[in-house]
T-cell receptor
Framework: GESVGLHLPTLSVQEGDNSIINCAYS??????FIWYKQESGKGPQFIID?????DKRQGQRVTVLLNKTVKHLSLQIAATQPGDSAVYFC??????????FGKGTMLLVSP | DAGVIQSPRHEVTEMGQEVTLRCKPI?????LFWYRQTMMRGLELLIY????????DSGMPEDRFSAKMPNASFSTLKIQPSEPRDSAVYFC?????????FGPGTRLLVL
């Protein structure tokens, strides 16, 4: 069935590097996307969102890129810090009240 | 605002016992969601409410699971009787516009 999936289950980077986490989605009707960060023992935390009428949105040290042609979403984290270590989920809104979540990518940041 | 509040944070119980998980959503949010998270299945939507009314409970695994929302500031998820396979982290989330905000979760262990 249609789903949101992540290509890489684990991403290891060095502190100070830029990180890129990818997400593929299959439903072309999805109009809203969110990235969540989940630290160990905590609930998912909203990071940044983007609507389907945009292709880029920037926050503090984070940028989300949306490529609707290939149904691809990415989260870029600049100057990655140890505190960025977490599992990152993408989620899509297919026009209903609920979100569909991907399986997550674990980001490991080494000092 | 204190964010979404869940209690208890941890629950250990024996098979066959009743378990009640509690959630206080963020004030003003009109949607409330209950999720279950396990390593094997990831984040699963169990049920959600809009203005205190259950909208979709198709994710509730069995009749042993039930959820209520008697008012805008409180919801419960009950498991009766509990089984070891119910062991998971249960999250409550409330929604503002299209963004869901998660609570810290309840870690349930059924022995």
């Amino acid at each position: 069935g249609e789903s949101v999936g992540l290509h890489l289950p684990t991403l290891s980077v060095q502190e100070g590097d830029n990180s890129i986490i990818n997400c593929a989605y299959s439903n072309s009707a999805s109009d809203y996307f969110i990235w969540y960060k989940q630290e160990s023992g905590k609930g998912p935390q909203f990071i940044i969102d983007i609507r389907s009428n945009m292709d880029k949105r920037q926050g503090q040290r984070v940028t989300v890129l949306l490529n609707k042609t290939v149904k691809h979403l990415s989260l870029q984290i600049a100057a990655t810090q140890p505190g960025d270590s977490a599992v990152y989920f993408c989620a899509e809104n297919r026009g209903y009240s609920t979100l569909t979540f991907g399986k997550g990518t674990m980001l490991l940041v080494s000092p | 605002d204190a964010g979404v509040i869940q209690s208890p944070r941890h629950e250990v119980t024996e098979m066959g016992q009743e378990v009640t998980l509690r959630c206080k959503p963020i004030s003003g949010h009109d949607y409330l969601f209950w999720y279950r998270q396990t390593m094997m299945r990831g984040l699963e939507l169990l049920i959600y409410f809009n203005n205190n009314v259950p909208i979709d409970d198709s994710g509730m695994p069995e009749d042993r699971f039930s959820a209520k929302m008697p008012n805008a500031s409180f919801s419960t998820l009950k498991i009766q009787p509990s089984e070891p396979r119910d062991s998971a982290v249960y999250f409550c989330a409330s929604r503002y516009q299209e963004t869901q905000y998660f609570g810290p979760g309840t870690r349930l262990l059924v022995l």
